[in-house]
T-cell receptor, first 114, second 113 residues
Framework: DTEVTQTPKHLVMGMTNKKSLKCEQH?????MYWYKQKAKKPPELMFV???????INESVPSRFSPECPNSSLLNLHLHALQPEDSALYLC?????????????FGPGTRLLVL | GESVGLHLPTLSVQEGDNSIINCAYS??????FIWYKQESGKGPQFIID?????DKRQGQRVTVLLNKTVKHLSLQIAATQPGDSAVYFC????????????FGQGTILTVHP
């Protein structure tokens, strides 16, 4: 298995809803990432997990709550989002947190907040 | 602040031509660079990478050149095909922060048959 999977592919939620995005990889990668990508813009890093521990939080609002239950799974819990949070949310992974090598991206979850 | 940017936002070529996409970066501590291709509705796909101890690296139909003196990175695609049409991003990782990729603004490459 050489891919990063993300579910759901699309999500529509109201500002009072609570939802979660899921990311999974079975490549044995020990670093996992969440990015946010607005239309016609580059991905922007949100969170980095190294060995299942949060190592970087790019000053993301608390309405986004990441979770790494195990080395294969990464969740992003969403609560009380704003319409401006509508974007493509990308998950990525790479084998070794401390080694410079490429990150492998999933297809993303397209989120619309109404 | 520090950033990675692109000189040209769009590039239009004919099938069979060679394409060159450029990227400027400002963080002198950057020591690892990646080119990604992103097709509509998909996540970024790895194309090629280069470390700062190299000036050039070649892959299948692609070459990345790194000029550290002027902080410039380029991606050359040989014999461009319609399937190469996508947005291309350069990304860099600095020596002080593992895992923190900073992306350039992207270039839209359109290949005409």
């Amino acid at each position: 298995d050489t891919e990063v999977t993300q579910t759901p592919k699309h999500l529509v939620m109201g500002m009072t809803n609570k939802k979660s995005l899921k990311c999974e990889q079975h490549m044995g990668h020990r670093a996992m990432y969440w990015y946010k990508q607005k239309a016609k813009k580059p991905p922007e890093l949100m969170f980095v997990y190294s060995y299942e521990k949060l190592s970087i939080n790019e000053s993301v609002p608390s309405r986004f709550s990441p979770e790494c239950p195990n080395s294969s799974l990464l969740n992003l819990h969403l609560h009380a989002l704003q319409p401006e949070d509508s974007a493509l949310y990308l998950c990525a992974s790479r084998p070794n947190p401390g080694v410079r090598e490429t990150q492998y991206f999933g297809p993303g979850t397209r989120l619309l907040v109404l | 602040g520090e950033s990675v940017g692109l000189h040209l936002p769009t590039l239009s070529v004919q099938e069979g031509d060679n394409s060159i996409i450029n990227c400027a970066y400002s963080n002198s501590a950057s020591d690892y660079f990646i080119w990604y291709k992103q097709e509509s509705g998909k996540g970024p796909q790895f194309i090629i990478d280069i470390r700062s101890n190299m000036d050039k690296r070649q892959g299948q139909r692609v070459t990345v050149l790194l000029n550290k003196t002027v902080k410039h990175l380029s991606l050359q695609i040989a014999a461009t095909q319609p399937g190469d049409s996508a947005v291309y991003f350069c990304a860099e990782e600095s020596g002080t922060s593992y895992g923190k990729l900073t992306f350039g603004q992207g270039t839209i490459l359109t290949v005409h048959p």
